[in-house]
């Protein structure tokens, strides 16, 4: 931004991300910005709304009855703008361009490079940056992979397309021992899904050793299934193969802010949830619930799931699996449409199923894994320490969709409760 006493050029970093629009993930064209302040392509957003939703942020979804009317926003225009001859300079086009890495700072916008790149053959590749190019790879085909496991329905060429792809990829001076002879033993679809997965998952850890030259993390080390044990059977209490095993159907849900109560409220990536000191001024909405209850986003009708959450900040809660339907002034396990696992802060620590309670223990866990597996219509609580232990588990009901529930007791302002990450 240029100074109107010195005509001095500032330059700012930005990346593409900085000016896009999460709708079609392109750069800003007639930037339009919310009174919530996020801002998008006035053609993406009223494409979105002319669908037939309501009036609400793609992001946060705040909005009201009646549709906004929509201004450009000149500013992110020009920036935007900027950006593109910026890129125009140093050869590259919006979405193809890496991003910036350690090294040499990023893009300036405006102006030209400090300087420009040689031309040439590029420089041969070290084998560290070889390696970690292979590790990302890996790390691609075990995401493909678990994107088609979480599918009910996989198509009988899905496997070997896979198949033929892992082939390809460690076909070239990669130890060929590395890949499990259980690929030509598999039955189904399903199971050679699995064996995959559990043979990238060694393959990536066989790689960080040799990249790193010292053993993977145990937590990281893919645990072999003894003689006997399907790998298509429910996950197991015994500890050495529980932890390695949960990893493959980790999920990571987000609160949802339209349930969220206004004496809730969220950090900014949605993960934590605390009470709050004052009333929070949300807009108005029937699915906010009238008690400290929120649920998640996202909803499970099919398949297995798994995630965890740190109960260490909170005295009271209860956390389980219930209906988007579920009454938004019944307490979690009250309602046959929801379950859970109570904490109330009197040694007493109880699970709730069709409106029934069944103590569990004494101890408190800080951390609680929910296995939710909707293929056999189970529902399993675990405390997550140094090992999994199995705290109890129950039938639920796959008749409608079911989102990740949480309950905070709401005379204790401070009080929290976060989704973490699985260790993977």
């Known amino acids: 931004m240029a100074s109107p006493d010195d005509g001095l050029t500032v330059p700012v970093w930005l990346a593409e991300d900085d000016l896009g629009c999460i709708i079609c993930q392109g750069l800003l064209a007639w930037p339009v910005t919310l009174p919530c302040g996020h801002s998008f392509c006035r053609d993406c957003l009223q494409g979105l709304w002319g669908a037939g939703r309501r009036w609400s942020c793609p992001t946060c979804r705040e909005g009201g009855a009646q549709p906004l009317r929509l201004r450009k926003n000149t500013l992110l225009q020009d920036l935007a703008d900027k950006y593109s001859r910026a890129l125009g300079e140093l050869g590259g086009a919006p979405g193809g361009t890496p991003r910036p890495g350690p090294g040499p700072a990023p893009r300036p916008v405006p102006g030209p490079p400090r300087r420009a790149a040689q ?25 493909i992979v678990r994107s088609l496991q979480k599918q009910r329905h996989l198509p009988e060429s899905g496997p070997e397309n896979k198949l033929n792809v892992l082939g390809m990829a460690f076909s070239g001076g990669v130890d060929h021992s590395l890949i499990s002879p259980k690929l030509a033993t598999s ?29 993977p993390p145990e937590e990281q080390r893919q645990v072999k299934l ?27 849900p987000t609160f949802d802010l339209g349930s969220l109560p206004y004496s809730l409220e969220l950090s900014e990536d949605r993960r934590k949830v605390t009470v709050s000191h004052i009333p929070q001024l949300y807009a108005w909405s029937h699915d906010r619930f009238t008690i400290c209850q929120v649920l ?19 005295s009271h809660w209860a956390i389980g699996v219930a209906s988007w339907g579920m009454s938004r002034d019944q307490m979690l396990g009250r309602t046959r449409d929801s379950w859970c696992v109570e904490w109330k802060g009197t040694s007493q620590l109880s699970m709730w199923h069709m409106v029934k309670e069944t103590v569990l223990g004494s101890e ?10 909707l293929e056999r219509g189970k529902l399993a609580f675990y405390s997550v320490a140094n090992q999994e232990k199995l705290l109890g588990e129950c039938p639920v009901s796959a008749s409608s969709p079911l989102h990740p529930a949480f309950w905070l007791y709401g005379l204790y302002p401070g009080n929290s409760l976060t989704i973490r990450p699985v260790k993977v």
């Open 364 to 373: 408190k866990p800080r951390v609680v894994g929910i296995w939710l597996d």
């Open 296 to 314: 998640c986003s996202q909803a499970f009708s099919s398949g297995q799931q798994y995630w965890e959450v740190d109960t260490q900040q909170c």
């Open 119 to 143: 031309p040439g053959a590029a420089a041969p590749k070290s084998i560290p940056e070889a390696g970690r190019e292979l590790a990302e790879l890996v790390e691609r085909l075990v995401d």
């Open 226 to 252: 003894p003689e006997g044990l399907s790998s298509s059977s429910c996950p197991r209490t015994d500890q050495s193969l529980l932890a390695s095993r949960f990893v493959q159907w980790a999920v990571s």
């Open 187 to 215: 039955n189904t679809a399903e199971d050679k899904m699995r064996d995959i997965l559990h043979d990238l998952e060694d393959i990536r850890g066989k790689l960080q050793e040799n990249l790193t030259g010292k053993e």
